[in-house]
């Protein structure tokens, strides 16, 4: 009998967009520890292969003013995690921290140790950023040109897999001597090589050289491609810039970050869905959401009206803290095709614009359409974003979970104890 | 008889490195049994051992009422993480959590980070101040009540009770607000040993624990006295700082346990400092004599509490949750 492929699955604790709902009366608490702990264990019962939390390194903005209408606030995630490997045992531990904003020598550190205190199950999600927005909150201050934010994230990581290497076998410190563009490193680690020799490094940007710096150096890529059709290209695409490194196909594990909402019926699920649209775009989020797109003030429009006439200013500095629209001038050009076509109010348009949650159906179908995606070369897992903290996965553990099991596609057991070893990647070789 | 000032009684637990967990969580449940205030993890770049910090987090869920205060150097960190990453153990620990303030001195660590060259303790304890300043300015960046999850008006948090901090150092700014939340605490506790002059100029303005070291008794209270005079000089009610005395310990037999049951009872009728901080030698060993040793005898003569009637360290510590300096500010105007 030949092995099905296996799925990996990770859950990501809900964030601070408008895809959590906290208007839920369900909705607890995005900072209380008890919260992760619950959605933590939760995934360990689901023998999940990790558990992801992202970063925040300055509250978001719009007009000028902090933006109020979603979540704000969440903890420092490696403290975090160091804490909830007190409460799990399997369970790998993914923390994202920038590149730009931190050095190697103490983040490396605090890395390895997260891997020695969890027992092997340490995980960092590399992400660069460049705007002077963040800056503002560190020494280093605003600016890296945009160029420079992969080279300075792959020197980086070269740099920390320097220092993890750099202990002998029998546990004695070799002086480290790293000199680079972006950093130079000299000295002692004070950390011996952790359990996994090398955290699981994850990746989640999707341009050119975020591909390229993944395929050179990551375990594991978190991407958007949620669709089968665009999954399988990025699929086909990323696997094939490995062998250029030396790497096999299966060195780089490929996660779309997805949601899903389940129901009795197929019927029962899309309005569950649509009801989770409306809560995620409040009549407020409506009008934000198209002021993040026409960069303009549009507060004294009624949401539940039709779009404004006036068109995109190209140039705002509206919002700050989040991604720029490329092309706003022909979003709102279909928007308002749309609105006209359907008679679709503000609110209406935003709900019908707002991306589809990714697997909505049976929990018989989600199953069936996640092994597929894995089966067919669209992803080799899932990083599942829950609406809710801390239920919002409840359901699909005790659901899906079972039936990727039946099929023998996803473990029902935890068969090693790294996160390495749940994810089938090989230790890295000791160097130096 | 109780006495009327209470005892405090701290120790550290570092010692050869260790990078398992149980090791660390052996030893905190150890001195939690022995209901000691704190335990200090102590830290640096220059010396092998894992970062104290997660150390101290990883030992939280582990333990229920011991404080825990790992050293955080102020030198070649980022105030913005080391702010974020104290409050964050003050959530994990559900208010536990303290920080104790270090700077690196050497050109060994300068070069781990080749950003900037060693520098003199009195310029890095400057820094550290402001470190210590800018931190408790993010802590209160968010009032305790910001949250509102407002249905009607769609809002999550008003805004009004998110402050920019504004901070702008000799060597850093920071905007703000926090990313972190206000913590359980409303500050986690400052620990600073006050030990060389440039850093208890730092504790006189920002610590809510003094370390000090002294010989005997009567120098220590001396100290005491410098240490509450210059901070009430700085504007502060020295009652709402506690200055610690810091004594290695190495216990080998009960009888040296029982005999520093006597001298804790000593400097503590001496009025030489409002507790002990022990420094064991060998950590494994010492604190467990002072745990079955010494400390039954402090509590039998009523000198040592039986029990945490608190839940946070700042209520063990008798420190008051410290109002928010925005807040203040708001009220004013």
Known sequence: ?432 | MSATRPLHLSAEIGGPAHYDAAHYVSLARLAERGTLDFVTLSDTFARPGPDALAVLSRVAPATERIGLVPTVTTTHTEPFHVSAAVATLDWVSRGRAGWAVDVSTTEAEALLFGRRPAAPGDELWHEAREVADVAAKLWDSWEDDAEIRDTSTGRFIDRDKLHYVDFEGRTFSVRGPSIVPRPPQGHPVTVIDATSGAARAAAVRHADVALVRADDPTTARAVREEIRDRARAHGRDPDRLRVLAVLPVELHTTADAVGLAGLIGEWYEEGAADGLHLLPTDVERDLGFVVDGTVPLLQHRGLLRRFYPGATLREHLGLARPVNQYALAGEGS
């Open chain 1, 1 to 432: 009998m030949t092995e099905k492929k296996q799925i990996h699955l990770a859950a990501h604790f809900p964030g601070v967009n408008s895809t959590t709902v906290w208007t839920d009366p369900r909705s607890r608490s995005q900072i209380d520890f008890s919260s992760f702990e619950q959605l933590a264990r939760t995934a360990e019962r689901g023998k999940f292969d990790f558990f992801f939390l992202a970063e925040g390194l300055r509250l978001r903005e719009h007009k000028g003013l902090i933006h109020d209408l979603d979540v704000v606030g969440r903890p420092e995630s490696i403290t975090v995690l160091n804490a909830l490997a007190a409460v799990t045992e399997r369970l790998g531990l993914a923390a994202t921290v920038n590149a730009t904003f931190n050095e190697p020598y103490e983040l490396a550190r605090r890395l390895a140790t997260l891997d020695h205190l969890s027992g092997g199950r340490a995980a960092w999600n590399v992400v660069t950023s460049s705007d002077a927005f963040t800056g503002e909150n560190f020494r280093r201050g605003g600016y890296l040109d945009r160029a420079d934010r992969y080279t300075r994230a792959a020197e980086f990581v070269d740099t920390a897999r320097e220092l993890w290497d750099s202990w002998t076998p029998d546990g004695a410190p070799r002086p480290v001597s790293h000199d680079g563009r972006h950093f130079s490193v000299r000295g002692e680690f004070t950390v011996p090589r952790s359990p996994q020799g090398h955290p699981v490094v994850i990746q989640a940007g999707d341009s050119d050289e975020g591909r390229e710096f993944a395929a050179a150096s990551a375990d594991v890529i978190f991407t958007r491609h949620g669709t089968l059709e665009a999954g399988r290209v990025f699929y086909a695409d990323v696997k094939a810039r490995l062998a250029a490194y030396g790497r096999e196909p299966s060195d780089l594990k490929i996660m779309p970050g997805v949601t899903f909402v389940l129901g009795d019926t197929a019927a029962d699920a899309q309005e569950r869905a649509a009801e989770i649209r409306r809560q995620q775009v409040s009549p407020q989020n409506a009008i934000l959401a198209l002021e993040q797109i026409w960069g303009r003030d549009l507060s004294a429009y009624d949401p539940d009206g039709p779009l404004p006439d006036i068109d995109p200013d190209p140039e705002s500095e509206l919002v700050q803290g989040r991604v720029k629209i490329a092309d706003p001038f022909a979003i709102a050009a279909k928007w308002r095709a749309l609105a006209e076509a359907k008679g679709l109010s503000i609110r209406q348009t935003v709900i019908e614009t707002t991306t589809r949650q990714s697997f909505v159906g049976t929990p018989q179908a989600v199953a069936d359409e996640l092994d597929e995606f894995v089966q067919t070369g669209a992803a080799d897992g899932f990083i599942l974003v829950p609406h809710l903290t801390p239920g919002g996965l409840d359901e699909f553990v005790d659901q899906v979970v079972p039936l990727l099991q039946e099929r023998g596609a996803f473990r029902t057991e935890y068969t090693g104890t790294t996160l390495r070893s749940h994810l089938g990647l090989a230790e890295p070789v000791w160097k130096g």
